[in-house]
């Protein structure tokens, strides 16, 4: 097997390779290597090694966005509730239109 002197990069194959991704084991050059916990590692490897954060993950977006609909929802309900009892706790008077019947440009 040849040296690390002879090797070219996976990712650019005009360019030396400098190290050797531990995981992989394929050469890179100094812009596609990094070090990681005191281990030389390429970032295709490096990806696969951190975790998925929870937000992006499919199921647990889906259901954070089913829970918001559910809410806007709710609160939309409660809103149109909550006007509905205004209403209905006005008077009788103002319902059937007598309330406009009186004379309210005359002084009492």
Known sequence: M??????????HGQREAVARCL?????????CITEHEDRTICAACLRKLTPVPLLKRRGFAGLIRAVQFLAGLL????????????????PTSFHEATLWKGNW???E
């Not at 040849?2 to 990712?11: K, M, S, V, Y």
């Not at 992989?24 to 812009?31: G, S």
Request: some cysteine; glycine content about 6%; proline content about 3%.
């Open 105 to 107: 440009l005359e002084a």
């Open 2 to 11: 040849p040296g690390i002197a002879e090797q070219r990069c996976f990712n």
């Open 75 to 90: 609160a939309a309900w409660f809103f149109f509730y909550l006007i509905g009892e205004s209403l209905l706790s006005l």
């Open 23 to 31: 995981f992989c084991a394929k050469f890179f050059c100094r812009e």
